[in-house]
């Protein structure tokens, strides 16, 4: 019974967890990018943006992925990255997901059609267990969390303000 009554706390937890994050991205968000779970992201190929500023992505990043910043964000030098084909998987992320949709979007304006939103972003991807790396291609648990409020979603890894 014991067993039963922890494993129902976790799951309420997720899933409590699950839709104070669905409120804060619907305050955001104009739900114009459709989303990509950490899971999904995981199991598939896809060229990665990550929209957090240069400082955030230099503490870690998802291996491959190519800071395009948000304050200072460049469509056209972005597209330059890109591949010519419109209908290449592009995934882009930020801490949660607000940033993104907005550089997302932009990129679906542009003509590409398989563009997604990382849900829960950088966050929920280390919160699930995914590596990030730093600078230098290793392993870290080092996340930059923009600051102390959004902090609170980032459950595990070491918070770096």
């Given at each position: 019974?014991?067993?039963?009554?922890?494993?129902?706390?976790?799951?309420?937890?997720?899933?409590?967890?699950?839709?104070?994050?669905?409120?804060l991205l619907n305050k955001f968000?104009?739900?114009?990018?459709?989303?990509?779970?950490?899971?999904?992201?995981?199991?598939?190929?896809?060229?990665?943006?990550?929209?957090?500023?240069?400082?955030?992505?230099?503490?870690?990043?998802?291996?491959?992925?190519?800071?395009?910043?948000?304050?200072?964000?460049?469509?056209?030098?972005?597209?330059?990255?890109?591949?010519?084909?419109?209908?290449?998987?592009?995934?882009?992320?930020?801490?949660?997901?607000?940033?993104?949709?907005?550089?997302?979007?932009?990129?679906?304006?542009?003509?590409?059609?398989?563009?997604?939103?990382?849900?829960?972003?950088?966050?929920?991807?280390?919160?699930?267990?995914?590596?990030?790396?730093?600078?230098?291609?290793?392993?870290?648990?080092?996340?930059?969390?923009?600051?102390?409020?959004?902090?609170?979603?980032?459950?595990?890894?070491?918070?770096?303000?």
């Open positions: 019974m014991k067993k039963i009554t922890i494993l129902f706390l976790l799951i309420s937890s997720v899933s409590f967890g699950q839709k104070k994050l669905d409120k968000n104009k739900n114009n990018v459709p989303y990509i779970s950490v899971d999904s992201l995981a199991a598939t190929n896809a060229v990665l943006l990550d929209a957090r500023e240069t400082k955030e992505y230099k503490v870690s990043h998802l291996k491959n992925a190519i800071c395009v910043g948000y304050d200072n964000f460049d469509i056209n030098q972005t597209l330059k990255t890109l591949p010519k084909d419109k209908n290449a998987k592009i995934v882009v992320y930020c801490s949660l997901g607000i940033r993104s949709e907005i550089v997302a979007h932009q990129l679906i304006k542009k003509g590409y059609t398989n563009v997604f939103n990382l849900y829960g972003g950088i966050f929920e991807w280390k919160n699930n267990n995914f590596k990030v790396i730093d600078t230098l291609g290793n392993d870290t648990e080092k996340v930059h969390t923009f600051n102390k409020d959004w902090s609170k979603w980032l459950k595990k890894g070491t918070k770096i303000y």
